[in-house]
């Protein structure tokens, strides 16, 4: 299968002004603290419980709220909570130059949706057993997923502009790009970005020998189950190209899906996969961990870029791992 065309480590050219940064930082803490109220999950389950300060009776116990009334509060600490969030982002976007604020996604749903492999996207002797291969996620609801391949520039900008907007990515890395400074991706993964298999070098899979396969993804696997706790569910093959073994290899080694894209985003352009070059609901974004010596622009300038685009046509970003 081949994926659309795909065409450094710059950084970000902006002045920060500390007037929002301050008023960003006052309004994150009274989101993390001051909303906490009615949302705190810790309860007192029985008789003799530790009851301390952080504890919270359940509704119809000594000194709980009545069931609907500590429903109500906690909706409406809720709402106040999603309400200073959103406060905090648009302070977020006047001060990394966004042209519009970016939009709330909704709530993940409770149950993730069920996601087959694209027609025409199959492989030679393939079933539902394999990991399906898709560019978009099935919902109803105006939003889009962010990824970012391979991971060569390693842009502290990067980091702290997605951080302080709140808008969510999932990475997929390649090692022979990632190694010399794992630490980059370590603080990633510290601000909920999911690291994912890329492959070790990004080689063209299907023109490898079984044994060659085995060793791009599983060993991918394994450095990064090593370097940063947790093993990859997901996994995209280099230049959307796969065939029958690439699946079932990353299948064997714990791969549950894989995601391609839709739509591929530089700092000047959108490069689109159907006809009709525009967004749907649950479509993947592509773009990479590149910057001025690949492309003119950093990474910063390559989100406000895409951000223009998604909010102009009033999408969301929401988080891919919470829907595959």
């Given at each position: 299968?081949?994926?659309?065309?795909?065409?450094?480590?710059?950084?970000?050219?902006?002045?920060?002004?500390?007037?929002?940064?301050?008023?960003?930082?006052?309004?994150?803490?009274?989101?993390?603290?001051?909303?906490?109220?009615?949302?705190?999950?810790?309860?007192?389950?029985?008789?003799?419980?530790?009851?301390?300060?952080?504890?919270?009776?359940?509704?119809?116990?000594?000194?709980?709220?009545?069931g609907n009334a500590g429903a109500a509060g906690t909706r409406a600490?809720?709402?106040?909570?999603?309400?200073?969030?959103?406060?905090?982002?648009?302070?977020?976007?006047?001060?990394?130059?966004?042209?519009?604020?970016?939009?709330?996604?909704?709530?993940?749903?409770?149950?993730?949706?069920?996601?087959?492999?694209?027609?025409?996207?199959?492989?030679?002797?393939?079933?539902?057993?394999?990991?399906?291969?898709?560019?978009?996620?099935?919902?109803?609801?105006?939003?889009?997923?962010?990824?970012?391949?391979?991971?060569?520039d390693k842009d502290p900008e990067l980091l702290r502009m997605m951080?302080?907007?709140?808008?969510?990515?999932?990475?997929?890395?390649?090692?022979?790009?990632?190694?010399?400074?794992?630490?980059?991706?370590?603080?990633?993964?510290?601000?909920?970005?999911?690291?994912?298999?890329?492959?070790?070098?990004?080689?063209?899979?299907?023109?490898?020998?079984?044994?060659?396969?085995?060793?791009?993804?599983?060993?991918?696997?394994?450095?990064?189950?090593?370097?940063?706790?947790?093993?990859?569910?997901?996994?995209?093959?280099?230049?959307?190209?796969?065939?029958?073994?690439?699946?079932?290899?990353?299948?064997?080694?714990?791969?549950?899906?894989?995601?391609?894209?839709?739509?591929?985003?530089?700092?000047?352009?959108?490069?689109?996969?159907?006809?009709?070059?525009?967004?749907?609901?649950?479509?993947?974004?592509?773009?990479?961990?590149?910057?001025?010596?690949?492309?003119?622009?950093s990474m910063p300038d390559l989100v406000r870029a895409v951000m223009?685009?998604?909010?102009?046509?009033?999408?969301?970003?929401?988080?891919?791992?919470?829907?595959?």
């Amino acid at each position: 299968m081949q994926g659309p065309g795909r065409t450094g480590r710059g950084r970000g050219h902006l002045r920060h002004r500390p007037g929002y940064a301050v008023l960003a930082a006052l309004l994150v803490a009274a989101v993390g603290s001051g909303c906490a109220a009615g949302t705190d999950s810790r309860t007192v389950t029985g008789a003799g419980a530790g009851a301390g300060p952080g504890a919270k009776a359940l509704a119809g116990q000594p000194g709980g709220p009545a069931g609907n009334a500590g429903a109500a509060g906690t909706r409406a600490a809720q709402a106040e909570k999603a309400r200073l969030a959103q406060a905090a982002r648009v302070i977020a976007a006047k001060k990394w130059g966004l042209a519009g604020t970016p939009l709330a996604a909704p709530a993940p749903p409770a149950v993730k949706p069920h996601i087959t492999t694209r027609k025409g996207f199959e492989v030679e002797g393939g079933d539902d057993s394999l990991p399906p291969v898709f560019t978009t996620v099935p919902t109803e609801k105006k939003i889009v997923f962010l990824t970012m391949d391979d991971g060569d520039d390693k842009d502290p900008e990067l980091l702290r502009m997605m951080s302080e907007l709140n808008i969510p990515y999932s990475a997929f890395l390649s090692d022979y790009l990632v190694r010399d400074d794992y630490a980059y991706f370590k603080d990633a993964q510290s601000r909920g970005v999911t690291l994912n298999n890329h492959t070790l070098k990004h080689r063209y899979l299907p023109g490898l020998s079984h044994d060659e396969q085995k060793r791009e993804i599983c060993d991918q696997q394994d450095i990064i189950e090593k370097q940063f706790g947790s093993r990859p569910r997901l996994f995209r093959p280099p230049y959307g190209n796969y065939n029958g073994d690439t699946l079932r290899i990353a299948k064997s080694c714990g791969i549950t899906a894989v995601p391609l894209w839709s739509e591929e985003a530089f700092p000047d352009h959108m490069e689109w996969r159907e006809e009709d070059q525009d967004l749907h609901p649950g479509d993947i974004i592509l773009t990479h961990f590149r910057g001025q010596k690949d492309w003119k622009g950093s990474m910063p300038d390559l989100v406000r870029a895409v951000m223009k685009v998604i909010t102009d046509k009033g999408y969301a970003v929401a988080r891919l791992e919470d829907y595959v």
